[in-house]
């Protein structure tokens, strides 16, 4: 046989090795489900991790689900299809409280993202000006019809919190709406069917980009006291899953951590990769938002006694219950974070 034959079958046995090298690589890697709720920028650590490849990276093979709620997420959880979720604090507080076995592993947004968004007409009838006090701001909401996305979403804590905390009962002095998801809530804005919804960026500034309302109250300018320093999303398991899968658990943890490192060494090219999760808005809309909103991605992944504290103290005030009483401990199990954030953020 030739030299040149030999070559010919080295090579194509070279090249049968690597594709069997790189299928074995790809079958060993550990099949994951996590549970996303909406889109928007509270997903931005998650878009990330995948985006750049963090998950695969640490040996997941992730499969990632979106829902339109975090009840929806813990119960995916709870029920065993699902692994992990990027969700809100208080669902795992709640959860915990009525007797499940949730836990939050490390933190991912740091403030609440949601906002009230009012349209032209709802902004001229109520009086709400730029610059004015919250509490006149709430005051002002009376009579309107406010779209949120379902009944006990962070879009509904958030607007009934407004007003509780300023002694005003939501269904009396408004109209809760529930509208499924953010394209139904800026459709019936835009046609009048509601006067406003509660929603997260970027989606929530469509709005103003197409001329038909805008943002009047919004936490992370700092406006709404009774928010300060109460973190939002966090990553969730049932301590089932902490026992059981371990090594999961942590590499998860490990990925989410690599993104807050990408994010802090790279912050273009981390918002080039969420930008791809999120179409909506137009570009100078959207990279407007993220310089924004990147403020309440988290520098370190450990969650704090404080903001466990500040979360309870927050839900204990704003919602008609008996006063929760919850421990650090009892809803939170940080060794993965802290091992993530010293193995990587503190080289």
Known sequence: MCGRSLRILFLMALSACMAWQAAAAQTSLKKVTIIIGSPGLINSLHYIAEGAGFFKDEGLDVETVQVPSGTQQLAAILGGSADAAPTNL?????????????VAMSRIYDIFPYVLVLSNKAIAKSGIKDGMPIDEKVKRLKGLKIGITSVGSGTDSFIRSLLLARGMSPDKEITVQPMGSAD??????????????????????????????KVVIDPITG?????????????????????SAPKTMLAITRAYTRAIKLLQDD?????????????????????????????????????????????V?????????????????????????????????HK
């Open 184 to 213: 139904g809530m800026l459709t019936a804005l835009q046609k009048g069917l509601i006067d406003g919804f509660s929603f997260i960026p970027p989606y929530s500034e469509i709005p103003a980009q197409q001329g038909y309302g």
């Open 313 to 345: 103290n927050w839900m204990n005030f704003s919602k008609a219950q008996k006063p929760l009483k919850i421990e650090y401990g009892d809803v939170t199990d940080s060794v993965f974070a802290t091992q993530a954030a010293k193995a990587i953020l």
């Open 223 to 243: 406006e709404v006291p009774e928010l300060k320093d109460v973190p939002y999303m966090v990553v969730a398991t049932s301590r089932r899953h902490l026992q």
């Open 90 to 102: 208080e669902q795992v507080i709640r959860s915990y409280a009525r007797g499940s076995d949730m």
């Open 267 to 311: 912050p273009d090219r981390a918002r080039q990769l969420v930008r791809k999760y999120l179409r909506a808005a137009d570009d100078k809309t959207f990279n407007a938002v993220f310089q924004k909103y990147i403020a309440a991605l988290p520098a370190n992944p450990v969650i704090t006694r404080s903001q466990v504290q500040n979360m």
